[in-house]
């Protein structure tokens, strides 16, 4: 049994082009970037060639970009960072119910340093509203961050009008753009974001790198501390061939976005449309607004998540129940939580997430397979 994968929302198989761009890092060139001798300066150039496609893909210069680890490291910089370098002009910091651990744990940590953080609701809709943030600003709030696209839901937050709200205030504005990165048409200037996190396994690049746009009028302290790498921002050594794998990605997602997203939207239609045609019982999270192309979060009455992963996974659908980091476990959902409060949704309800590698074939077989375990799962429960 050949499994179909759709959890791209969790990881992304690397694209042949971006292993392509790695090789022969890996093969010739292990120079360390800062050496001035030429292999540095072999390195270095891979680096700054990386740079440019990244800075590029979201309308940035090649100096508001420091690489990182990922979108946790990006996150955490963004938030952790901008917080200790402004802490003298306010400690409140405003972020959503919804977020990414990684912002929501950098959060909880600032708390517990002093600093006071107000998390925005959401109703059904899981979309953030304007007047919550506009009512949880104060003259001492130091930054926003709420993120572009839900990885849970997919739901797509106001952050264009939430950038033009904050245009009249001090405060920082931070997007987590992980899950919109590689779909949507991502422009740091015309978002008007100060901040805005990246990952590159997420577009079919390699595990274990990412960015973070930094304006360039931005405070920002680093969170690590040692060698002078990303202009004194991130130090240690960077991963060379990740950086350029990164790069690879960045560029093929730039000149592929518009396909990729109608594709993706394509094959989350067919899989919905299966499920429909096979009379199959379920809702979608977060139908009332956009949502991403490549995410749809469905809820099946009567079921509930850790028999709907284990019976999908033997089956040969691979799928999670949301974010990675809490896959497998018992734990609700924090997001769903946060959209409809103590309901059955938050116990029963399954992420597909559609990408490179998945054929509008394999995705109706997939749908159907889901759709005899539902009828299988909740025979004489109807
Ligand atoms: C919205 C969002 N932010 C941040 C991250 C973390 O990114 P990384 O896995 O690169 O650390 C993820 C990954 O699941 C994500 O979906």
Redesign the pocket.
Known sequence: MKSIYLDH???SPMHPDVIQAMIPVMEGTFGNPSSVHAFGREARHIVDVARDKVAASIGASDKQIIFT?????A?NMALIGTAIARKEQGKHIITTAI??H??LHAANYLESQGFDVTYLPVDATGAVKLEDLQGALRPDTILVSI?M???ETGIIQPVQAIGELLKSHSAYFHT?A??AYGTEEIDVVSLGVDLL?V????INGP??I?ALYVADHVRIKPITYGGEQERKRRAGTENVASIAGFGKAAELAMNQRAERKAAYQQLQDTFVSELEAAGTNFFINGDTGPRSAGIVNLSFPGTNVESLLMNFDLSGVTVSSG???TAGSVDPSHVLKAMYGEDERVTNSIRFSFGYGNTAEAVAEAAQTVAAIIKRLTKGKE
């Open positions: 929302a969790a990881t680890s990922g979108g946790t490291e996150d977020e990414h990684a912002t993120m696209i839900n990885n987590d992980v899950q996190s990952s590159a396994h997420k595990k274990g990412g974010s990675a980091c």
